[in-house]
């Protein structure tokens, strides 16, 4: 029974996962997502001619290759005759299954009980690394890029010369899926010496400069690499990337680096002892523990090159490599239950399983706002491309940069996008019949000055949220909420995310309520053409429902920014 209860129990955790992101997720592209347009745009003018679909499909984008990815939109493009970026994002949860799945199955090794195991879940199923389980391409090529590992290290495990050449195959794979890919091949090299198996090490190193020599041909690379410009910065963002599951918390940056130094000197421990085999004395090795540290052993490299090109920006514990975080965390849990007795100790589980589902909780508490957000953002956004061509989800240099695919691809039918939540017309509707609202100077402009690095210094930004803290009144946690303005010249409508802010901890756990009352929108400073805009709020519910609030409040923009009316 205890048995069933878990497996249930851990099935339910993944389900909700699953469901969590399909919900969040719309048929929108984002930023690079753009690129499986423009990918399909380029073959499409060369009439899919053979060689022309290879070039684009090997061509190199910010140190990528994503072949595998490229190929996956060409088949589903091939089926269906448009893109599907809701579809994708189903994937990359798939994904995502799986690879918790070769926890699992190192786990079953300890021949623990699998009640054991139900902290991992609550560990790893969590949004906080919501821009792999949220966003279509990022989330293809880092879940297909480890999917591709860990099978090739199951494959590696079983130490035939069959299962060694797939291996290699799914290294190549991974290579061609992202820039780290490559990191695949050293992490087989591992595995292979742990054992001494030095023939298949060295046949291994031969595979990666092969590929590599493949990879290098048409390379270009990105923009984004730099060498550290502190040790200290360097360092930081190694551990902190290891150990940024821990980022929820106060101090992020500290906690993050703590935590991941940790991990790195437990793994440490752990490989030294596997190396004792090296000095002629008896390896007490636990099942599976190899392949755990092989994999981790992928993630501190990746770690290490990560930081190394980017740490001079900062330290690096950015959501979109936060899946290695959670793989570190829970490969750090399964072995200290194989090599400590205080972790398998009734108590202890207890303790550690409480605090995994409150660490769940919270995770979900902290983030959902932010995932909520985007989905919003996007929904706005297929009505600002449908009706304006505009998108508000991006920066204009990136919409003016990539209209000369998105635009074709739009009107060709491959990049297609849902209904609207609403169309103009009911809009304009919307706004004819509401009446005036009372005066009320609820609605205020909260500037934002913020610095952003780049490589050749420093870039200083000036962004505004549109804010009202009172009205309107608290929304359904599943209903969306959106800021309605209307050109007073041109009579054009946009609609941008205007989700609120979310209730503080102590509030949310008395009342129930996850959202504030109000509204709050962020605009850039060239979002918007100079003009006057009537707004208003628009809710949508679960269902479909609208609920339509006139402000009572203008906006308008001119060269020195915005301003109320």
């Not at 199955?105 to 792999?132: C, D, N």
């Not at 940069?401 to 998105?406: G, H, P, T, V």
């Not at 709050?520 to 707004?535: E, N, P």
Request: charged content about 15%; some cysteine; glycine content about 6%.
């Amino acid at each position: 029974m205890p048995r069933l209860l878990s497996g249930l129990l851990i099935c339910l955790i993944i389900m909700f996962f699953c469901v969590y992101n399909f919900y969040f997720s719309v048929n929108f592209p984002f930023q690079d997502d753009f690129l499986i347009i423009q990918f399909i745009e380029a073959a499409s003018n060369a009439g899919f001619e053979f060689s022309a679909v290879v070039q684009e499909m090997f061509r190199t984008f910010n140190d990528h290759k994503a072949v595998t990815v490229r190929l996956l939109a060409l088949i589903e493009y091939a089926i269906t005759g448009h893109q599907n970026f809701r579809f994708y994002i189903l994937l990359v949860s798939i994904n995502i299954t799986y690879i918790f799945y070769f926890l699992y199955l190192q786990f079953r090794k300890s021949g623990l009980p699998l009640y054991y195991f139900l902290p991992a879940p609550f560990l790893f199923f969590t949004p906080i690394y919501h821009e792999v389980s949220g966003w279509a391409l990022n989330g293809m090529q880092h879940s297909f890029l480890t999917v591709f590992t860990v099978t090739a290290i199951l494959l590696a495990s079983r130490r035939t010369t069959g299962a060694f050449w797939l291996a290699m195959v799914f290294c190549f794979l991974a290579t061609f899926t992202h820039g780290n890919g490559v990191i695949s091949f050293p992490a087989i090299v591992f595995f292979f010496l742990c054992f001494k198996d030095f023939k298949r090490a060295i046949l291994a190193c031969v595979s990666m400069v092969a590929c590599l020599a493949i990879y290098l041909i048409g390379y270009e690379a990105g923009q984004a690499g730099q060498l550290p410009t502190s040790l200290l910065s360097m360092l930081s963002s190694l551990f902190g990337f290891i150990g940024s599951s821990m980022s929820l918390w106060p101090n992020p940056q500290l906690w993050s680096a703590l935590w991941g130094l940790f991990i790195v000197g437990f793994m440490l421990i752990l490989t030294i002892r596997v190396a004792s085999i090296y000095f002629n004395k008896p390896a007490h090795i636990k099942p599976g523990t190899v392949e755990l540290l092989t994999l981790f052993g992928f993630i501190f490299i990746t770690s290490t090159v990560i930081a190394l090109f980017r740490s001079w920006a900062g330290t690096t514990i950015a959501s979109r490599f936060q899946l290695y975080a959670a793989l570190s965390t829970v490969i750090c849990y399964i072995l200290l239950l194989d090599y400590t007795s205080l972790f398998r100790k009734k108590q202890v589980l207890i303790a550690i399983t409480a605090l995994s589902i409150i660490y769940w909780g919270y995770a979900h508490y902290a983030l959902t706002g932010m995932v909520a957000a985007k989905k919003t953002t996007y929904l706005a956004d297929v009505f600002n491309w449908q009706n304006n061509r505009n998108l508000f989800s991006v920066e204009k240099t990136i919409v003016r940069n990539a209209d000369f695919y998105l635009t074709p691809g739009y009107e060709k039918g491959f990049f297609k996008l849902p209904e609207p939540v609403a169309d103009k017309t009911e809009i304009d509707s919307l706004f004819a019949a509401s009446p005036n609202p009372p005066a009320s100077d609820s609605v205020y402009l909260e500037d934002w000055h913020v610095t952003r690095m780049v490589q050749n210094g420093v870039e200083n930004l000036n962004h505004t949220f549109v804010t009202s803290d009172k009205m309107p009144l608290k929304k359904p946690f599943l209903s969306d909420r959106f800021l309605v303005l209307k050109d007073l010249k041109t009579g054009e409508v946009h609609l941008l995310n205007a989700n609120p802010k979310i209730e503080g901890r102590r509030n949310f756990l008395l009342s129930g309520n996850y959202y504030k009352n109000g509204f709050q929108t962020f605009l850039r400073k060239d979002d918007l053409a100079f003009g006057s805009y009537q707004m208003a709020v628009l809710d949508v519910s679960f269902h479909g429902e609208k609920s339509f609030y006139l402000l009572n409040r203008g906006l308008n923009v001119d060269a020195e920014g915005f301003s109320l009316e």
